[in-house]
């Protein structure tokens, strides 16, 4: 066997050209040196063709020219026999792997014995087309976030957790899988519209909100509406519009906000289980409420208004701390005063009148008019409005 | 070993009409299968004539003889947009509604609409009409909390009444949008914010100037209080204080350019004038 392509010998074809195309690949020096020169006689043996075709040109029964010889015919040449190839040892690659001693020389014999034909290739391809068939369409992989369902001939027949899945192949059953756990967000509204919604007592709230949802089940997602997620985007849009419709501006503004969201998350989930969707909503998360953009400026100055009558009452409280600071300061002072003139009242009330006097006749200007009955003509100064620029002589004392 | 002639050329006349009688096989089961969805149901009819429907999976029929219709078994959205409505008390609204629908007779749905997009078309009055006879009769603020009552479940019931000529039933109703027009009810719902929020604006800045002076008078009357209990003790002494104390703050300011006439009698001088005979 040359390079594993066994070549037919059940063919009519001479066994020399067997032999021949063995040896062809082998190189000239594993023939027998002595006879390089020479046609090869045939050695006999178990090479021998069974015809006598392979024996030498020189002596041809059929030779009719005397005296000369035919030139030799490299093709009715008896190359050497495979007994003279380098001898493979008998334990070759297959024995080291394990298989029996002669394992090697079992399969080139198997190998001969089953040729490999046109026909049989196509049988080869057919056969490797059946199981990437049965491969492909048959395994399937189902990630760890994702449902597969599971339909024979097009009608439901399961669902399927994450992991490796096996099912019918191709025409008979089909998987498909989805994403189930992941969190989806749908925004209301789409694109950055106003959305006024109507209260109950007929203001307008300008209300963008986000849904928060994924599947429970892909077999009703899937099967049920038509368009689920539309069908998830409406509900949206109507259950929001009837929570909001129940309560008055001022809640629907501000205070009333977690309430809201969590009304209208259990109407949403209730409405979609009722339609069988199979989706589970996480929640509602309202992004803004507003008033209109017209009305804003108004709203606004409600909570400056608010601000002002904050900083009023603050400001009130802080004068009214400072008043009574205050009269609790004199009223303390005082009765430490009137505690010493109990003591010693008319020596108290004279020392404060002279030390009051000093204070006060020290910073003024003065006229002592000593003697009685005296009457002098005092100019009288312009009655000062104001500080003035420069002291006025005192007057003098007479 | 017969080998399966790849090649029609080598093909014995046998093989070839065996192959040929095997395609036209394939052609027939072709033709007569049918995979349904689970979303659909097949309704298969002979002439025009239903005969039989099938859910999912395979459905068969002869193959020139009867044909099969598919008809979505899925929850089907019958949406109504703007619908303009005017409420018993004159004021105007438009209207997004939709409303689910399965069909639940398809032998019906074909005949009178034919396919799902026809359907479709020809609930959108019905639901119209149902919609503003239930709602016209209401006031604004009814038609705004139209769920709250049983408006929505009659305008569904009276729906499916109707709906079920198509051979559909009517799963629920649902107002989806309420709005006022663009326009003259807008702007009009928009100036009413407008000085409902400067009324309350006005509200807070005048409840919080009276609580700060409440506040300032309170604190003023603690006041007062205090110093009646601590002056009341001796008015007398008391008047003789303040006056000192007011002495003070009038003429002992620095740069206060006050002229003081000092007579004989005045007390201060009392000992200015030397001691007294006797004393």
């Known amino acids: ?398 | 070993m017969a080998r399966l002639p790849l090649l029609a050329s080598t093909a014995t006349p046998v093989q070839r009409l065996a192959m040929l009688m095997l395609v036209v096989a394939a052609g027939l089961a072709g033709a007569s299968l049918v995979i349904v969805p689970e979303t659909e149901t097949a309704l298969v009819l002979r002439f025009g004539e239903p005969v039989r429907q099938s859910a999912a999976g395979i459905a068969w029929r002869l193959p020139f003889v009867e044909q099969v219709v598919r008809v979505d078994k899925r929850l089907i959205d019958v949406d109504l947009d703007r619908v303009q409505l005017t409420t018993a008390d004159q004021q105007r609204l438009e209207l997004d509604a939709d409303a689910r629908v399965r069909i639940s007779d398809p032998v019906r749905m074909i005949q009178t609409a034919g396919t799902p997009d026809r359907l479709v078309e020809q609930l959108q009055p019905i639901l119209d009409s149902v919609l503003r006879q239930e709602l016209g009769q209401r006031g604004l603020a009814g038609v705004i909390a139209a769920e709250r009552g049983p408006a929505m479940a009659r305008v569904r019931a009276s729906f499916d009444r109707e709906a079920r000529d198509y051979g559909v039933s009517v799963i629920d109703v649902r107002l989806k949008r309420v709005d006022l027009p663009e326009g003259a009810p807008l702007d009009a719902a928009l100036a009413r914010m407008v000085s409902a929020g400067q009324q309350e604006a006005a509200a807070i800045r005048a409840e919080g100037q009276k609580d700060a002076q409440i506040i300032r008078a309170d604190a003023e009357g603690r006041a007062a209080r205090t110093y009646a209990q601590s002056f009341g003790k001796d008015p007398q002494f008391y008047d003789f204080y303040r006056a000192m104390q007011s002495y003070d703050t009038t003429f002992a300011q620095k740069g206060s350019k006050t002229g003081i006439v000092l007579g004989p009698e005045n007390a201060w001088l009392r000992q200015f004038r030397g001691p007294e005979p006797g004393k």
């Open chain 1, 1 to 398: 066997m040359v390079f594993g392509y066994p070549i037919p010998a059940s063919r009519e074809c001479p066994k020399e050209a067997l032999s021949f195309a063995a040896g062809a690949l082998i190189t000239p020096a594993m023939n027998d040196p002595g006879t390089l020169d020479g046609p090869v006689e045939p050695e006999g043996g178990s090479s021998d063709a069974p015809g006598s075709e392979g024996v030498a040109e020189k002596a041809h029964p059929g030779n009719s020219l005397p005296g000369k010889t035919l030139p030799e015919s490299p093709w009715l040449h008896h190359r050497a026999p495979h007994t003279n190839r380098p001898h493979r040892p008998a334990s070759g690659w297959l024995h080291r792997l394990g298989f029996g001693a002669d394992a090697g020389a079992k399969l080139r014999r198997f190998a001969r014995q089953r040729p490999i034909t046109s026909r049989s290739m196509v049988s080869l391809l057919a056969g490797g087309a059946l199981v990437l068939w049965l491969a492909g369409t048959s395994l399937h992989r189902i990630g760890a976030q994702e449902q597969g369902l599971v339909t024979r001939f097009g009608a439901y027949q399961r669902t399927l957790g994450p992991g490796m899945a096996v099912t019918l192949p191709w025409p008979v059953e089909q998987l498909t899988s989805e994403d189930v756990t992941t969190i989806r967000h749908t925004t209301l509204p789409e694109g950055d519209g106003e959305n006024l919604i109507l209260t109950r007592d007929g203001g307008l709230v300008n209300c963008i909100f986000d849904v928060r949802w994924n599947l429970s089940s892909l077999a009703r997602y899937r099967f049920s509406l038509a368009d689920p997620e539309r069908t998830v985007r409406d509900s949206a849009e109507s259950v929001m519009r009837q929570t909001l419709a129940e309560h008055r501006l001022g809640e629907g503004l501000g205070s009333g906000r977690a309430e809201i969201e969590e009304t209208a998350r259990d109407r949403l989930q209730a409405l979609l289980d009722r339609y069988h969707a199979g989706v589970a909503i996480a929640g509602i998360d309202i992004r803004r409420t507003d008033p209109p953009a017209k009305a804003i400026d108004a709203f606004r100055d409600v909570s400056a208004a608010r601000q002002d009558a904050d900083t009023d009452v603050t400001q009130a409280r802080a004068w009214a701390a400072q008043m009574i600071a205050h009269a609790d300061g004199e009223a303390a002072a005082f009765d430490k005063v009137y505690e010493q003139y109990r003591l010693a009242p008319e020596v108290t009330r004279r020392r404060m009148y002279y030390e009051t006097m000093e204070r006060v006749l020290s910073q003024t200007d003065k006229v002592i008019i000593g003697t009685p009955g005296v009457a002098p003509v005092l100019p009288l100064p312009a009655l000062p409005l104001g500080p003035k620029p420069a002291e006025p002589p005192a007057g003098g004392a007479h």
